[in-house]
């Protein structure tokens, strides 16, 4: 069965670079999720879209900002990059049940490990 | 708002052991739970879920039940492998606050090692 695609798996930039990450969700899907892990840490939700509108926003820095396409595919960019965005971003979907509000669990990728140096 | 605490780790067993991983979570309304598994260089992959209380999620062997009085998720499995070896997260999700259904809340992670 398709998965989410992330891409690229991995990435280095050096610090005050920019970078884009992509995430391809599974065919059907509605909803994209940007999750980051810090070494050692439990992911923390960033932002998700739904049919491309933003629907939640949580700790994204103001140097992020990321959209959700016309075929549903998702960017996450990243500006003026700092070594403590060094992590793993790891972007999820999911689809909406037909007549109700809520979503099926999300299916995650297998992340972008960014290395900021 | 939201919160997921798990045990605090590492975890190790020997193979064929027991195994019990506590989570209890705080949320308003009534969220969803699930057990995430992140084996070594890997995204995260779900392992069970409950939606509602006194659902008992299950998958290879690992089990959990959403209790609503103790608040409380433990995941369990009867006999480990070596294979089983992995980071475990907690998590919720819920539509209380406006909180969109798959926006999840993790716990810390549980470090598990099983020795041959």
């Known amino acids: 069965a398709a998965g989410v695609i992330q891409s690229p798996r991995h990435l280095i930039k050096e610090k005050r670079e920019t970078a884009t990450l992509k995430c391809y969700p599974i065919p059907r899907h509605d909803t994209v999720y940007w999750y980051q892990q810090g070494p050692g840490q439990d992911p923390q939700f960033l932002i998700s879209?739904?049919?491309?509108?933003?629907?939640d926003k949580g700790s994204i820095p103001d140097r992020f900002s990321a959209q959700q396409f016309s075929d549903y595919h998702s960017e996450l960019n990243m500006s003026s990059l700092e070594l403590g965005d060094s992590a793993l971003y790891f972007c999820?979907?999911?689809?909406?049940?037909?007549?109700?509000?809520?979503?099926?669990?999300?299916?995650f990728g297998q992340g972008t490990r960014l290395t900021v140096v | 708002g939201n919160s997921v605490t798990q045990m605090e780790g590492p975890v190790t067993l020997s193979e064929e052991a027991f195994l019990t991983i506590n989570c209890t979570y705080t949320?308003?309304?009534?969220?969803?739970l699930f057990w995430y598994v992140q084996y070594p260089g890997e995204g995260l992959q779900l392992l069970l879920k409950a939606t509602k209380a006194d659902d008992k999620g299950s998958n290879k062997g690992f089990e959990a039940t959403y209790r609503k009085e103790t608040t409380s998720f433990h995941l369990e499995k009867g006999s480990v492998q070596v294979s089983d070896s992995a980071v475990y997260f907690c998590?919720?999700?819920?539509?209380?606050?406006?909180?969109?259904?798959?926006?999840?809340?993790f716990g810390q992670g549980t470090i598990l090692t099983v020795h041959p």
């Open positions: 998590a919720l999700s819920g539509r209380a606050g406006g909180t969109s259904y798959g926006k999840l809340t």
């Open positions: 879209f739904y049919e491309k509108m933003q629907s």
């Open positions: 999820a979907s999911s689809i909406k049940n037909r007549g109700s509000s809520l979503n099926t669990e999300a299916f």
């Open positions: 949320a308003t309304g009534y969220p969803s």
